[in-house]
Each structure stands twice: as C-alpha cells, then as structure tokens.
C-alpha cells in the first residue's frame, strides 16, 4: 500500500490485526510513535497505552511493524516541512484494525478504505 503524507498529517493510532507489516519512506521522512498496550478491557472498550520506542522512518531507514508491540502512530510532524511517501507491506489483506484513543482511554474496531485495489478505483472512491 502506498500512502501520501501532508505536512502535519498523521494516522490514528492502530494496530495491523495481528500480522507483519514492513514500512519505508523512499520520499520525506515521517516518525513512527510505538505504544504498548498496559491495560485493556474489551467489556468496556477501555484501554491504556504507554509510548515506547519513537523513531523516524525515511528511504535509509526501513522499518517493520513489531509483533509484540503492534500499536503505532505515523507522523508527519511539521518540522520535517516536507511531503512525505510511505511503502507499507502487509503479510495478509485486511479491512479492519484496532484503534485507539489515547486521551480518552478507549479502543475500538474501524473499517479500513482503499482507494484502488489491484490497479482498480472501488467504486465508492469514484463518487468523490
């Protein structure tokens, strides 16, 4: 999947379901905020999570998605001031993954959409 960063943009922090996911930047360069998940209760939809390792993500500098620690946040923070592309490979297709609200403690599922699958627009893309 290849995804275009503005300055100051960002994603929300997400998990990868459970699988590998393999990252570079071969334009600009974005930082990457892990966190670990310390507490999680799927009753409530409550979570805490903790910042861990922050590092940046550029074309010298590849990177992969740690299985033990999935949770992340990438960043185009604005002191870089440029655009950014980021490469993401994924072990398996996925439509769904976690996401998480830091200030308020919480996590829940989002669906995930793609903009063009196999070299295709989707269909709702077209409408916009």
């Not at 989002?110 to 893309?125: C, I, M, R, V």
Request: charged share 25%; aromatic share 10%.
């Amino acid at each position: 999947m290849t995804l275009c960063w503005d300055i100051g943009q960002h994603s929300r922090i997400h998990n990868h379901r459970d699988q590998n996911c393999w990252m570079s930047a071969p334009i600009g360069r974005l930082r990457i905020q892990n966190y670990r998940v310390d507490h999680r209760d799927a009753s409530h939809g409550t979570c805490k999570i903790i910042p861990t390792e922050l590092y940046d993500l550029d074309a010298a500098h590849p990177t992969y998605v740690d299985p033990m620690e999935p949770v992340h946040e990438v960043i185009n923070v604005a002191e870089f001031n440029q655009r950014a592309v980021s490469l993401h490979i994924y072990s398996k297709p996925f439509d769904t993954c976690e996401i998480y609200s830091r200030d308020k403690g919480t996590y829940a599922d989002a669906p995930l959409f793609y903009t063009s699958e196999y070299g295709k627009l989707n269909p709702s893309e077209k409408l916009l």
